[in-house]
């Protein structure tokens, strides 16, 4: 084996655990924030974020980390969990989750600072 494909191979192998690793390590300060996943819908939506996070552009990561503080802002501010559990399906299911975090937050009749300063952030996306 030459030396350049061992140096391929290396790297491949280096990527995928550093992947794995930042998986992990994403999943363990989400559970920090959202408690234990149990439901369905919950490991889904877990499971969309942590890939959101973790691969692509850095302007889709920090879009994803922004559309997931709205969540946490109904969660924890609002104490809405009817919100939450309808940002956790659409995003897991939405081909636009721009469009779907607007249109919630636009229905919605209860705004803290922190979700008007977050629906501006998101509409300049």
Known sequence: MVL???????????????????????????????????????????????EQLSLGPYETRHEWATYN?????????LQNMLKVKELQYKLTEALNPKEVVITILEDTNMFTPELERLYYKIKSF
């Open 69 to 77: 503080q709205v969540v946490l802002e109904f969660k924890n501010s």
């Open 4 to 50: 350049s494909q061992k140096i391929s191979d290396y790297l491949k192998t280096y990527h995928y655990h550093n992947e794995m690793d930042q998986k992990t390590k994403i999943r363990e300060e989400l559970r920090k924030l959202y408690g234990k996943f149990e439901t369905i819908l919950e490991h889904q939506y877990e499971d969309v974020l942590i």
